[in-house]
């Protein structure tokens, strides 16, 4: 009994957060646009029971994801959005693995403060955050004035509503989702493993790569999901940085939903999203199992 | 003395492989290594024995390149090692804590040094086959250390260690949590592998027996010092100190006050009691105060006392403890000391001459005992 209700605590959380919600929406996006609040038809009228019920599921058809592939805009934006939060991704390792080792090589004294400047970030709001940052790359802005200034360039640089600034972007807000696994794996490592790697004939090069890096594997992938993951659905960096070409499936799916008011086909969009996304969260889940199997020896 | 007895260290024309040079090593304020002068000869089996936290491992870690000393110098060959990485010296260690490589199988552990070195394909699987078979570990090639157990992991970093067959060999607790009978074939091992490949070994062990059995000398730290280093017979027979008898084996020490009397000392070690009698070539100094050291199977325990005996001491058995091959008899001596002597049980533990209660002598010739300064 108490093994059931431990079973069916993460169960329930499931159904109610992550199952019912989808099924709603997978339902929308069977459905066809409608003048109506909601606005899509058929809905469900329990009242005219049995019959109610069966016309309700012979109207609901698969023509939304038809439409998806008739249009180019929503593959070209599926794959640019892959390419973005990939890239990205990649960015964020490259910056956040050495600020990661730096901390966990620093004195004890200084780790819960470099901990806490990583994560101070979050105590403001992310969209303030992403709207300070227009301020910086704009023309004008106080990177351009500081460049100018020093005398590097002449003309501005233009930066905001590039690709480039989305990249920033995403970079800036997700570094502590690739920073924290990565030190947790690195803090955990045993200094004498690399002195053993020495003595056997590395140098401290080698031993990082030999023996620092697979042991931070873990964090490492664990960190580039946490960071693809949420930057693939990636809707408020794009809109206030990205320009008219940044192609995201955030922006897309924000603009059927909310300008032209196509729920159902913003539904088979969201829908498209998270099969995609399935992939790497189950390999995401595997790694983490791995992990805890591997601790737990 | 024959020709094949290995003594390089009473040769003066015999180079040393490692110097120490007034070695000291401080952590913060804390002396790990005080004022540490020593030499170790090629082909040497030097084993480092003491209590804890005395620094065999800060000696062993200077050794390999991992602590740089705070004074002093350290050569190995006649070079200077200051300023020379861990992986630029000929010297492997197997470290106190195995370090071995989790993300790597037992054979990947083994193989690790081998590539390092340019090693691979035919040559490199026979080299780690043959430390795996070595240290019986065949089984168990293609386990992660996390899969094995902790005596089986000792042996993986021993491999590991010896796999490159370095000039110097570190051993910090090779054997420590292996069964008696597989420590004392690896002992075994070790001393073989020391003939054939004629590898110097430092080794640090808390086992007195291990240290007996395998080493060509002995030294006995205490407190970042060396106190003595003497062949494991010199160390068991002549020890310098009250520290290193009492550190090595079992020995009863009886104080009291020296007064020369022909070859050696008389010792009155009590009020109104006769004075016992040793040999010795010792000079006590002045104020004559000295610790009669005597090994608890040089003492004889008889009913009577025993005649034409230099030393005797009438006391009643407390307790006796029974070690199959063995059995030690704890004897309360007038005074209340408790003095140790030790038999061979020849006869069946039925008919064992003495019980508990009985009143006994102990016995010991005037070169059993020890005298030293105390
Ligand atoms: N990095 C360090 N910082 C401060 N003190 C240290 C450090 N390393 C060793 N010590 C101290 O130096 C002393 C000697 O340590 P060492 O590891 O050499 O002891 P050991 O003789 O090997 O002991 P054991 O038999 O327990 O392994 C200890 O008191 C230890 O606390
Ligand atoms: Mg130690």
Redesign the pocket.
Known sequence: MRRFTLIAVPYLWLLVLFLVPFAIVFKISLSDTALAIPPYAPTLDLSSGWAGLRSFFAELDLENFWFLTTDDLYWKAYLSSLQIAALSTVFTLLVGYPIAYAMAQAEDAWRPTLMMLVILPFWTSFLIRVYSWIGILSNEGFLNQFLIWSGLISEPLIILNTNTAVYIGIVYTYLPFMILPIYAALEKLDSSLLEAAEDLGCSRLTAFWLVTIPLSKQGIIAGCFLVFIPALGEFVIPSLLGGSQTLMIGKVLFEEFFSNRDWPVASAVAVILLLILIIPIVLFQRNEQKQREAEGQ | MAQTVFAPWENADEKPLIQFKNVTKR??D?V?IDNLTQDIYAREFFALL?P????????MRMLAGFETPTEGQILIAGQDMAGVPPNKRAVNMMF?SYALFPHLTVADNIAFGLKREGKAGAELDARVEEMLRLTRLTKFAKRKPHQISGGQRQRVALARALAKAPKLLLL??PLGALDKKLRQDTQFELMDIQEKTGTTFVI?T?DQEEAMTVASRVAVMDEGQIIQVATPADIYERPNSVYVADFIGDVNILHGHASRNADGYDIAYGEGKPALHAKTTTNLGESGKCALAIRPEKISITAQKPAKVTNAIKGKIIDIAYLGNLSTYHVEIEGGQMIKAQTANTTRLERRSFTWEDTVWLSWTDTAAIVLEG
Do not use: I, L, Y
């Open positions: 952590f913060g804390f790990a003491g804890s936290g005395c620094g065999k491992t800060t000696m106190q910090d607790e640090v808390h």
